[in-house]
């Protein structure tokens, strides 16, 4: 069993878009949907995958859900909700009573565009990081490294919530920096509450000129310090269109933990999603 742990899929008849107006990013400037993602990820081996949310509109979460309960493809959906709005924990029990609400397994926000780096220790933010905890919901991080130590805070003081970091904290690729990457991926990977994603790499390398060999570094850091068991594959489509097409970003990520046993293999490209996310 091959699980895509994160992906997404847009209509901008249905709702722009809007951070697609950044530089470089015209090519996504299109619809991108299941009918378009579904042979591809046939075609690569993947049997079931996670729908991750990408605009911080209330509006989206519903149509993920309805989408992931008429295809069979998606077995899970990371959407959206205002943390910080007091009623949180009755707009969550919501979403769950809307058709598809059964596949609803985290929420996310964009913390990444947010200017404050310690959004995450908010007193109004983490009292809907515990109500997603009591939902029985994980939380996704999509986070810059410099915002890494605020997710360490984060995640310390939410022992019983889990943390998945997208894109593994969206390393430097491009530069070949990683110190101060690392060290905040490793003080985030000591907590047993966190669990990471091996997605979004060729996008953070030269979307051109990139190699398996210029991702290792990153990928191995990630091996050694949350180990397989916590690590889980995602294609990011159709974002690494930018830099590779589906099969090979999936091919790459195989390549780079070709070293790992069977078992361990099964865990980095299925097992560890499939329990993180209840799918």
Known sequence: MTVDAHHHVWDLSVRDQDWLGGPGLRPLRRDFTLADLAPEARAAGVDRTVLVQTVTVAGETPELLALAAGHDLVAGVVGWTDLTRPDVGDELARLRELPGGRHLKGVRHQVQGEPDPEWLLRPDVRRGL???????????????????????????????????????????????????????LRALAALPNTVAKLSGLVTEADHVTWTAADLRPYVDAAL??????????????????????????LDTARRLTGHLTAEESRQVFGTTATRVYGL
């Open 130 to 184: 515990a109500a997603v905890a009591d939902a029985g919901l994980v939380y996704d991080l999509v986070v810059l490294p410099h915002q890494l130590p605020a997710c360490v805070r984060t995640a310390a003081g939410h022992p019983g919530l889990t943390f998945v970091l997208d894109h593994l904290g969206k390393p430097p690729v491009a530069s070949g920096a990683r110190a101060s990457w690392e060290a905040g």
């Open 224 to 249: 050694d310090a949350f180990g397989p068991h916590r690590l889980m594959f995602g294609s990011d489509w159709p974002v690494c269109t930018l830099a590779a097409g589906y099969g090979q970003v």
